[in-house]
């Protein structure tokens, strides 16, 4: 039952670099996602043809949502948080092509994107009100919740990559485990279901870490 | 499933490829393609703006305008009515004088008209009158009347004879019409024609004739001179007397 193998493998190693197939699926994601994007972007004009328009209906819907959110200049945090929901989103639904692991079920995968949101949130905050100012959130209401405050940060990024890699490791073992036992469509039902859980959990992934961000600045205001 | 830190690197270091080749081939460019359409979107709008803007101060320069147009056409037509009034008035007064004029010489007319005919009726007055006068006299006078003038005529003939010898004329004899209403006697004609020549120191030549029409008298002439004692002459030396004044 080699091929059904739903935990990532070392393919091949350089030295003490070992290249899970993890990583492969993802570089052949990133090269799937730079072709689209390279071609969606290649003829934009002001009159936007068909495509454009869908393109930018995306964008400005991301743009509302962190308006929304966020009180801050939308185009500062769209391009960290559209590679994020990109990149999560495709690497969920990468599990779909036979042969193909999905990335996002490697908790390495989830807790390196749970990283990047907790480093952003920082970033973020102290580079829009300073250090000094972006630490006084971690005294409020009182310095009693200082402890909490830091557990929160701790947890709340390990629930981001736990939430994310249970979804996706679920979703992948029960398509294999249905595929064993009843053979090739039943699982059918529950790839759709998968393909409509990827996509919410990539949006769920990229909200968080958006009120997260917002929960760093608002204290100030 | 185990904790590979290579993977977690490795996932770390795809995510920030990915995102700057994003960056250069996703955001930019639609970031700018949406920057560049809200710009023209906003310049379009200013531009309209602009445009109606420029309209509506056209309109209003237009009003303006037209406004100025109709001030000058009311001055026009004002100025128009004036001269207009200045001829009619100036017309008026012409034909006033005109009339007054043609009045005048009318009334000129009219009062020679009047004075012709009052000439006239004073003229057949008097024709009338001097008619009616020797008519009268007509029927009373007779011979003793016609001696009685012819009387108080000899009686007056030194001054008749003075009268003449004023005109000095080269002839010998001097001829002398004699008219009498009634015959007179030789005798009386005879002693005038020598009283006359001792007087003038010429001879003098009678011719007598008779006329009735004078009704009673006589009435001399020699050369161009007439010396007239007749009632006729009386009366119409009166008539021509009463003809000059007025």
């Not at chain 1, 990532?8 to 730079?34: C, K, L, Q, R, Y």
């Not at chain 1, 000094?132 to 909490?148: A, D, N």
Request: hydrophobic letters at 50%; glycine letters at 4%; a positive charge.
């Amino acid at each position: 039952m080699k091929i059904f193998n739903v935990f990532p493998e070392t393919i091949f190693s350089i030295g003490p670099v070992h290249i899970t197939d993890t990583v492969i699926t993802t570089w052949f994601v990133m090269v799937a996602i730079i072709t689209i994007c390279y071609l969606a972007t290649r003829k934009l004009s002001v009159k936007p043809s068909f495509f454009q328009e869908i393109l930018e209906a995306i964008f400005e819907a991301m743009e509302k949502t962190i308006k929304d959110i966020l009180p801050l200049d939308p185009w500062l945090v769209v391009p960290m948080l559209g590679t994020l929901w990109i990149l999560i989103g495709f690497s969920n639904l990468a599990g779909l092509i036979p042969g193909l692991k999905t990335p996002t079920a490697d908790l390495n995968t989830t807790l390196a994107f749970a990283l990047i949101s907790f480093s952003m949130t920082h970033v973020i905050g102290i580079a829009t009100q300073g250090l000094k100012g972006y630490l006084v959130h971690y005294k409020e209401p009182t310095w009693l919740l200082l402890p909490f405050h830091l557990i929160a940060e701790v947890t709340r990024t390990a629930a981001l990559a736990v939430r994310l890699f249970g979804n996706m490791l679920s979703g992948d073992m029960i398509a294999i485990i249905l595929l064993g036992i009843v053979g090739l469509l039943v699982p059918i039902p529950f790839s759709l279901l998968h393909i409509i859980i990827g996509i919410i959990q990539a949006y769920i992934f990229g909200i968080l870490t958006l009120v997260f961000i917002a929960g760093g600045i608002k204290t100030k205001s | 499933m185990k904790f590979n830190i290579w993977t977690l690197l490795f996932q770390i270091i795809n995510f920030v490829i990915l995102l700057y080749i994003l960056r250069r081939i996703l955001y930019k460019p639609i970031r700018e393609i949406i920057e560049k359409r809200r710009g023209l979107i906003a310049k379009t709008v200013e531009d309209a703006e602009k445009t109606k803007k420029e309209a509506l101060e056209l309109k209003e320069k237009n009003q303006e305008e037209l406004n100025k147009a109709k001030e000058l056409q009311s001055q026009m037509l004002e100025q128009t009515r004036e001269e207009a009034l200045k001829d009619r008035n100036k017309l008026l007064g012409e034909a006033e004088k005109d009339a007054a004029k043609i009045i005048e010489k009318e009334k000129a007319l009219i009062d020679a008209e009047k004075m012709r005919i009052e000439s006239e009726l004073k003229n057949k007055t008097l024709e009338m009158v001097s008619v009616f006068a020797s008519n009268l006299l007509k029927d009373i006078s007779d011979e003793e009347l016609h001696n009685a003038i012819l009387r108080k005529f000899l009686k007056e003939t030194g001054k008749f004879v003075s009268d003449i010898s004023k005109i000095k004329e080269k002839e010998e004899t001097v001829n002398i019409d004699l008219v009498t209403a009634y015959p007179l006697p030789m005798v009386d004609v005879k002693t005038f024609q020598e009283t006359l020549a001792s007087h003038l120191a010429k001879k003098v030549k009678m011719n007598t004739t008779i006329d009735k029409t004078l009704i009673a008298g006589v009435r001399i002439k020699a050369y161009d001179m007439i010396y007239d004692s007749s009632l006729a002459g009386q009366v119409n030396a009166l008539a021509s007397q009463l003809k000059e004044t007025k």
